[in-house]
């Protein structure tokens, strides 16, 4: 089994930045993809960002691209979202998702495929 669980969660003012670390426990080397998605009361989780570990391949909703980068370090088990330029609809909980196997394109974004999630934070952006 996998084990996820995000920090970095916290408050920050429109235009701000923050990061969020993934740290992953357990069979890690089943972590064949690293994703985020966020979720705000009442509505579905949606995604956010996707990273493949097989071809290094990144994947960004259009609602994030261009101010969100998702990355890893893989020798520390850790998935890191950077998000900047941060806006009052980015408000949500956000939770880290990882695939034992591999996604490609659109299919990266079906949070079906994902085997693993963490608990989540709460990332609060004031206007």
């Known amino acids: 089994q996998v084990q996820l669980a995000e920090s970095g969660g916290g408050l920050v003012q429109t235009g701000g930045s923050l990061r969020l670390p993934c740290a992953a426990s357990?069979?890690?080397?089943?972590?064949?993809?690293v994703g985020w998605f966020r979720q705000t009361p009442g509505k579905e989780r949606e995604f956010v960002a996707a990273?493949?570990?097989?071809?290094?391949?990144?994947y960004y909703a259009d609602s994030v691209k261009g101010r969100f980068t998702i990355s890893r370090e893989s020798d520390k088990n850790t998935g890191y979202l950077q998000m900047d330029n941060l806006k009052p609809e980015d408000t949500a909980v956000y939770y880290c998702?990882?695939?034992?196997?591999?996604?490609?394109?659109?299919?990266?974004?079906?949070?079906?495929?994902?085997?693993?999630w963490g608990q989540g934070t709460q990332v609060t952006v004031s206007s």
């Open positions: 998702a990882a695939i034992d196997g591999h996604c490609s394109g659109y299919g990266c974004r079906d949070r079906r495929l994902y085997n693993w």
């Open positions: 357990g069979r890690t080397f089943r972590l064949g993809v």
């Open positions: 990273l493949a570990r097989r071809d290094g391949n990144t």
